[in-house]
């Protein structure tokens, strides 16, 4: 009989299955994109439904799209299952590690305690969550499954929301109206738990030489959509002292935003990532700056407090420069905590595998984990990214720390999941 302790994942299977994920969507670069719902997510998914299917399990798909492979461990129809996820999209010209990571090592995970005949007090479920980047809609599967899809038609165009439907349709989920995808939530009574393997996308581990994160939270995060309003002109005859150039205003606002909230907050983070300017022309002052603006903190209560700076901050600039001005929410993310019993089970784990000093760490990225930290007890496993890159063809791990988080999560779903016994 195995002693549980001493199981591990096949580390051949596993670099075998993220070396043909890889392979979907790659990019001359070394990269890969892979689109929600995209022609490449697509071929991904039935990769994915494929190697559920040759290893015996379940295979599962939802009215949002998530894809499960499904490990029943028990004769109860009632039991619940314990979620094992993360994502196969990918933001455009990407990298090969986030998301496929912790998919490839969930589905390895599931396939060693079938192998092994382990039997836990609950199924196990591997699940790709739909639109974890955000193509469609942020974190779109998971929010799903948890019922906290919101209005998915908000600030949403007839065209938009048509082409939404058609890319679900080549997924093979029709819905005649937007909202039976609704349908996807699941009690919570269902769901014994979650946890999620991915790589740091930071450079914390990787700096310090450490080789697994401990999750202890997700920071919480806001989106604006601030908009100057000024007055188009004739960029060489107009006086200085009479233009309202909003790009002008718009570039002085996100300097000073940059400078002050580091200062005031350093615990939080600020980035102004796209500028639509209007009408566009090199020779003409510009009447018309949108800006997407974001901040980051652990912190729920200091997300509040910069987002308040923030907007006042943009009042300010908009008067100095004698610019009219609007602001929009796009988007609001609580902070999440992960679990204590997740927290201290992950530990344990790297104890069993004599993994020295894990980092207890938060998140400055988006996860699944941080919706599902709302539903039911989570708990995320970092692996370290070399140099701290990702979203980039250039991200990389190295493949010991792959394997290595995989183990992890064996362990630690082994743990949590019931304890678990072995057939005689």
Same mark, same amino acid.
Request: overall charge negative.
């Given at each position: 009989?195995?002693?549980?302790?001493?199981?591990?994942?096949?580390?051949?299977?596993?670099?075998?299955?993220?070396?043909?994920?890889?392979?979907?969507?790659?990019?001359? $670069? /070394?990269?890969?994109?892979?689109?929600? !719902?995209?022609? %490449?997510?697509?071929?991904?998914?039935?990769? #994915?439904?494929?190697?559920?299917?040759?290893?015996?399990?379940?295979?599962? +798909?939802?009215?949002?799209? *998530?894809?499960?492979?499904?490990?029943?461990?028990?004769?109860?129809?009632?039991?619940?299952?314990?979620?094992?996820?993360?994502?196969?999209?990918?933001?455009?010209?990407?990298?090969?590690? +986030?998301?496929?990571?912790?998919?490839?090592?969930?589905?390895?995970?599931?396939?060693?305690?079938? %192998?092994?005949?382990?039997?836990?007090?609950?199924?196990?479920?591997?699940?790709?969550?739909?639109?974890?980047?955000? &193509?469609?809609?942020?974190?779109?599967?998971?929010?799903?499954?948890?019922?906290?899809?919101?209005?998915?038609?908000?600030?949403?165009?007839?065209?938009?929301?048509?082409?939404?439907?058609?890319?679900?349709?080549?997924?093979?989920?029709?819905?005649?109206?937007?909202?039976?995808?609704?349908?996807?939530?699941?009690?919570?009574?269902?769901?014994?738990?979650?946890?999620?393997?991915?790589?740091?996308?930071?450079?914390?581990?990787?700096?310090?030489?450490?080789?697994?994160?401990?999750?202890?939270?997700? &920071?919480?995060?806001?989106?604006?959509?601030?908009?100057?309003?000024?007055?188009?002109?004739?960029?060489?005859?107009?006086?200085?002292?009479?233009?309202?150039?909003?790009?002008? /205003?718009?570039?002085? #606002?996100?300097?000073?935003?940059?400078?002050?909230?580091?200062?005031?907050?350093?615990?939080?983070?600020?980035?102004?990532?796209?500028?639509?300017?209007?009408?566009?022309?090199?020779?003409?002052?510009?009447?018309?700056?949108?800006?997407?603006? %974001?901040?980051?903190?652990?912190?729920?209560?200091?997300?509040?407090?910069?987002?308040?700076?923030?907007?006042?901050?943009?009042?300010?600039?908009?008067?100095? #420069?004698? !610019?009219?001005?609007? $602001?929009?929410?796009?988007?609001?993310?609580?902070?999440?905590?992960?679990?204590?019993?997740?927290? +201290?089970?992950?530990?344990?784990?790297?104890?069993?595998?004599? &993994?020295?000093? =894990?980092?207890?760490?938060?998140?400055?990225?988006?996860?699944?984990?941080?919706?599902?930290?709302?539903?039911?007890?989570?708990?995320?496993?970092?692996? =370290?990214?070399?140099?701290?890159?990702?979203?980039?063809?250039?991200?990389?791990?190295?493949?010991?720390?792959?394997?290595?988080?995989? *183990? &992890? !999560?064996?362990?630690?779903?082994?743990?949590?999941?019931?304890? /678990?016994? *072995?057939?005689?």
């Amino acid at each position: 009989m195995t002693n549980l302790a001493d199981l591990r994942i096949n580390a051949e299977r596993l670099r075998a299955d993220f070396e043909e994920l890889a392979a979907i969507g790659g990019t001359p $670069d /070394g990269g890969v994109t892979r689109h929600a !719902l995209s022609n %490449e997510d697509l071929e991904a998914r039935a990769w #994915f439904a494929n190697k559920v299917e040759d290893a015996g399990l379940v295979l599962r +798909d939802d009215a949002i799209g *998530n894809t499960s492979g499904i490990l029943v461990m028990t004769n109860s129809a009632a039991a619940p299952s314990f979620l094992i996820g993360s994502h196969l999209d990918t933001t455009q010209n990407s990298g090969s590690y +986030d998301g496929a990571v912790g998919i490839c090592a969930g589905l390895e995970c599931l396939r060693t305690l079938k %192998e092994a005949g382990v039997q836990l007090a609950v199924n196990l479920e591997v699940i790709n969550f739909t639109d974890q980047e955000g &193509v469609w809609h942020s974190m779109l599967g998971s929010r799903g499954l948890t019922g906290r899809l919101g209005d998915l038609t908000a600030h949403r165009d007839a065209e938009t929301i048509g082409a939404f439907r058609a890319a679900l349709f080549r997924t093979g989920i029709i819905v005649n109206d937007i909202h039976e995808m609704y349908q996807a939530v699941r009690p919570p009574e269902q769901v014994a738990g979650y946890l999620e393997l991915h790589i740091e996308q930071g450079g914390r581990l990787h700096r310090t030489g450490r080789k697994i994160g401990v999750v202890s939270g997700i &920071v919480g995060r806001s989106t604006h959509l601030i908009t100057y309003l000024g007055e188009a002109g004739h960029s060489g005859t107009t006086a200085f002292d009479m233009r309202r150039d909003a790009l002008q /205003g718009a570039a002085a #606002f996100i300097n000073e935003a940059h400078t002050t909230l580091r200062e005031m907050f350093p615990g939080g983070i600020f980035n102004c990532g796209k500028i639509e300017v209007e009408p566009g022309a090199f020779n003409t002052i510009p009447s018309k700056a949108a800006m997407l603006c %974001e901040v980051r903190h652990p912190d729920e209560s200091a997300v509040a407090q910069m987002e308040g700076y923030l907007l006042g901050l943009a009042g300010d600039f908009a008067a100095r #420069f004698r !610019l009219n001005w609007q $602001d929009k929410l796009v988007q609001h993310m609580p902070a999440a905590e992960m679990s204590w019993t997740m927290m +201290d089970a992950i530990e344990m784990a790297c104890t069993r595998l004599n &993994v020295p000093d =894990p980092m207890l760490l938060t998140s400055y990225a988006g996860h699944d984990a941080q919706i599902m930290a709302e539903y039911t007890p989570t708990g995320m496993i970092f692996i =370290p990214s070399v140099n701290g890159i990702s979203h980039n063809p250039a991200e990389f791990t190295e493949w010991d720390d792959v394997v290595l988080g995989a *183990n &992890v !999560l064996l362990q630690t779903l082994i743990s949590v999941a019931g304890g /678990g016994q *072995n057939p005689a």
